[in-house]
């Protein structure tokens, strides 16, 4: 499977951002049955989880940093997942990058991704 993330940009503090990633692969080889995830890696920094959903969009976390200003979805028919992403930070600075994960529901842990998207660089200035 391969990811295609998109939708970043240079914003200033405030300003809102939706993030998208597509995921194709061969004939019939979907992600529809997938937990599907956010990381970030800022400056000097390590990746981290961002946000994820599960298969079917029921199931949606966050870390505590992007609580409550971003929103992760998905649109399993077009194998598609967004990131609404408002109330930008400086903090909010990174290459974002999307993931597939192993099991159908989202988590934290880098190590429950298979996949990953060749990331978009989102630059929030203050």
């Known amino acids: 499977v391969q990811l295609q993330a998109s939708g970043g940009g240079l914003v200033q503090a405030g300003d809102s951002l939706r993030l998208s990633c597509v995921a194709s692969?061969?004939?019939?080889?979907?992600?529809?049955?997938?937990?599907m995830g956010w990381f970030r890696q800022g400056p000097g920094k390590e990746r981290e989880f961002v946000a994820g959903?599960?298969?079917?969009?029921?199931?949606?976390s966050y870390s505590n940093s992007v609580k409550g200003r971003f929103t992760i979805s998905r649109d399993r028919a077009k194998n598609t997942i967004y990131l609404q992403m408002n109330s930008l930070e400086p903090e909010d600075t990174a290459v974002y990058y999307c993931?597939?994960?192993?099991?159908?529901?989202?988590?934290?842990?880098?190590?429950?991704?298979?996949?990953w998207g060749q990331g978009t660089l989102v630059t929030v200035s203050s």
């Open positions: 993931a597939v994960a192993r099991t159908a529901v989202p988590s934290s842990e880098n190590s429950y991704y298979k996949s």
């Open positions: 692969g061969r004939t019939g080889r979907t992600v529809s049955n997938n937990a």
């Open positions: 959903i599960s298969w079917n969009g029921g199931d949606t």
